[in-house]
């Protein structure tokens, strides 16, 4: 037994060294370091942009790496794209690999924000400016093209409010849960504008899993709430169609608005069960961003923590048939879903 | 005569297989990606694969004593993910060193809190670890109110993005020693042959004067410190611990490794070598087949058809050993 306290004493022993050996020598090697230079190019055929994207599981995300596809193709540069597949650890290891494979720049749609700190720093170390297309970022990026969310919520609490139009009547809110820090704003840009209105949100419950069925239960909740809500928002597409489900399931006459334009959404308002929904852009959050990667790469102009709102829209009965054939012909995508 | 010797051929295949297949496998498999995309036999890639395949590989070693010993447990990704928002969330009050410490021990009790269920109260460890999965992620979204804590002290940060000399990535030292030490405790110590004794049979074990559930709780614990630290060098990749997205599927990623490696999950038989090199598979097939620009979905069928494969050439080992039928 002995021995093998002695063996388990002289490895601590030994890891601690190399621990404080190294560690003290990379806080050299970082001190030495630090601020980021750009490598740039004169030939547009030089450039590789490297895209790591969430996953392609949803259509806003699918949008989004359409628009950086085609960004590629009509500037010139070549594209390699890996897929996050959810999963954070993952997204970490292709920013890396991207990063070994020698990209020019990067574009990433991460699937947790906070986790990309470490990884972007090291693109960055290595000349390789990084654009991040929408979610959000942690730590130091060139640019943050990002959904002006804030708006979005008080353009469906305006909504709410004209359709409405009784400030005594009850709202109620679906919300996303608090580590969404950019998304959030959806929710906080609602609240802002409903009491800009002297509206009462009664409700304000956060959709513990987001889905449809995620949407439907925390309907169901509001409902148990406050039973004479008489408009709701939730900040999320698959969510909102499944509160609309469950509006039209409990047959109360409730206002209902979504937020990302996904095709459900679109189906959910043509056929009457959606009232509307705040539409954002993918396709052009991913095409700007390649777009600046070039103003950066082969303009040389100066990104440095740059946040660029992207205005959304409105999308209601009214407008939805206009609006899809705008999406149409930008995208080539329909905006419903497919049959 | 000629069936003497076809037995002997066979043996001489089963053991060759046994000591080689995986190693073989991952070779071709490196040369194949190497051949069809210059960029991934890069030195910085190949480092880049080994450092994060530490994620999967040091909870592998514990996981391969859990199945060792004839138990599972399927509760590591939320423990990961509460050790590391606990750890973390430590730093400010106590500093790195002193909170990297804490980690450990936090990790380690709740590995003997699941020792304790599965041994004192007989809870099928399936069963116990199951709940402690709800129970362990809950805590850590309670805890931190399902806010990301990020990390910003550089010794924590060390952990998972230090280079030893400037060149190996520190995962990778400690990968290599957990590896070590196991190994050493696995195969040249009393408790070794008694984790294996309790896996291959328990009541043998208990007649022979081994206390099994010390022995089964020791292995549980053992599997907690594994996990706290790769909860610590997975949030210092990430800069932050997430309640929520950390450590999803961990457990069937790490058990994929085990099995991949040739332990039998019945218990018993185990390779620490093959959990290694079967971290080593998943993580350097994942990454090529992300160069190569492979379809996600068509990622995932990859890797279930390879463990499938691989599993299957396993038990050709047993049966060319003839312990076994194919």
């Keep these: 037994m002995k021995r093998y306290l002695k063996i388990a004493f002289i490895t601590a022993i030994c890891l601690a060294m190399i621990l404080t050996l190294s560690f003290i020598g990379c806080a050299k090697e970082e001190a030495a370091e630090g601020g980021m230079q750009v490598k740039t190019y004169t030939n547009a055929s030089d450039i590789t942009i490297g895209f790591s994207l969430w996953t392609m599981e949803f259509t806003f995300f699918q949008n989004v790496e359409k628009g950086v596809k085609d960004a590629c193709e009509d500037l010139g540069f070549k594209y390699v794209m890996i897929d996050q597949n959810s999963d954070a650890t993952k997204m970490v290891q292709d920013l890396n690999a991207l990063v070994g494979q020698g990209v020019s720049g990067i574009v990433v749609t991460p699937v947790d924000p906070g986790a990309i700190g470490p990884a972007v720093e090291n693109a960055r170390k290595s000349g390789i400016p990084v654009v991040c297309a929408d979610i959000g970022k942690s730590g130091p990026v060139n640019a943050l093209m990002i959904s002006d969310n ?18 005594a009547k009850p709202l109620g809110l679906g919300n996303l849960l608090p580590q969404w820090t950019y998304a959030r704003q959806r929710g906080e840009g609602f609240l802002a504008k409903a009491m800009e209105l002297t509206y009462n949100v009664a409700a304000n419950i956060i959709v513990q899993n987001p889905s449809a069925e995620g949407g439907y239960d925390t309907m169901q909740q509001i409902l148990s709430a406050v039973p004479d809500v008489a408009g709701v928002y939730f900040t999320s597409g698959r969510e909102a169609v499944g509160a609309a489900q469950a509006i039209q399931a409990s047959g109360k006459d409730i206002w209902s608005v979504g937020y990302n334009g996904d095709p459900e959404e679109f189906q959910a308002i043509k056929d009457g069960v959606l009232d509307a929904t705040i539409l954002q852009e993918p396709y052009y959050i991913g095409y700007r961003s390649v777009e600046i990667l070039k103003e950066i790469l082969l303009d040389g102009k100066f990104y440095e923590n740059v946040e660029i709102p992207v205005d959304v829209k409105l999308v209601t009965p009214e407008n939805l048939d206009q609006i899809a054939a705008d999406i149409l012909e930008k995208t080539g995508n329909s905006a419903f879903p497919a049959e | ?54 994620y999967v590989g040091i909870s592998a070693i514990g996981m391969t004593f859990v199945i060792m010993t004839g138990n ?21 009050r106590v500093g790195g060193v002193v909170a990297v410490m804490l980690t450990l021990l936090v990790a380690c009790f709740l590995g003997f809190i699941n020792g304790i269920f599965v041994t004192k109260l007989r809870i099928p460890a399936f069963i116990t670890t199951l709940g402690m999965l709800f129970v362990f992620r809950a805590l850590a979204f309670i805890y931190t109110d399902n806010v990301p804590v990020y990390i910003s002290d550089r010794f924590w940060l060390y952990f998972g993005n ?3 000399f400037g060149v190996i990535p520190f995962p990778i030292i400690l990968m290599g020693i957990c590896y070590i030490l196991a190994y050493l405790l696995l195969r040249k110590s009393p408790v070794g042959r008694y984790i294996i004794a309790v896996g291959t049979n328990s009541r043998a074990a208990a007649l022979s004067g081994i206390n099994v559930d010390n022995i089964k709780i020791l292995v549980f614990t053992l599997m907690g410190l594994f996990v706290g630290i790769s909860a610590i060098i997975n949030s210092a990749n990430l800069g ?14 790490v058990i ?25 598979i998943l993580t350097f097939l994942n990454n090529g087949m992300g160069l190569m620009q492979v379809n996600s979905y068509w990622q995932l069928v990859a890797t279930g058809l390879i463990m499938i494969f691989a599993v299957s050439l396993n038990k050709l080992k047993f049966y060319l050993l003839g312990q076994g039928e194919f």
């Design chain 2, 162 to 164: 230090g280079k030893l």
């Design chain 1, 150 to 167: 804030f708006k979005g919520g008080q353009l469906a609490a305006e909504f709410l409010a004209g359709k409405i139009n009784d400030t």
């Design chain 2, 240 to 253: 932050s611990a997430n309640p929520g997205l950390m450590g999803q599927d961990y457990e069937f990623q």
């Design chain 2, 1 to 54: 005569m000629d069936d003497y010797r076809l037995r002997q051929t066979k043996q001489k295949f089963g053991v060759f297989w046994g000591n080689f297949g995986l190693p073989l496998i991952f070779i071709i498999l490196v040369a194949v990606f190497s051949i069809a995309n210059p960029n991934y036999a890069t030195s910085y890639n190949f480092l880049n694969n080994l450092s994060f395949s530490s």
């Design chain 2, 256 to 280: 994929t490794a085990v099995v991949l490696g040739g332990t039998a999950l019945a218990g018993g038989n185990g390779s620490l070598g093959g959990s290694l090199v079967a971290a080593l």
């Design chain 2, 72 to 92: 599972f447990d399927i509760s590591i990704g939320s423990m990961l993910a509460l050790v590391a928002v606990l750890g973390s969330s430590f730093i400010p």
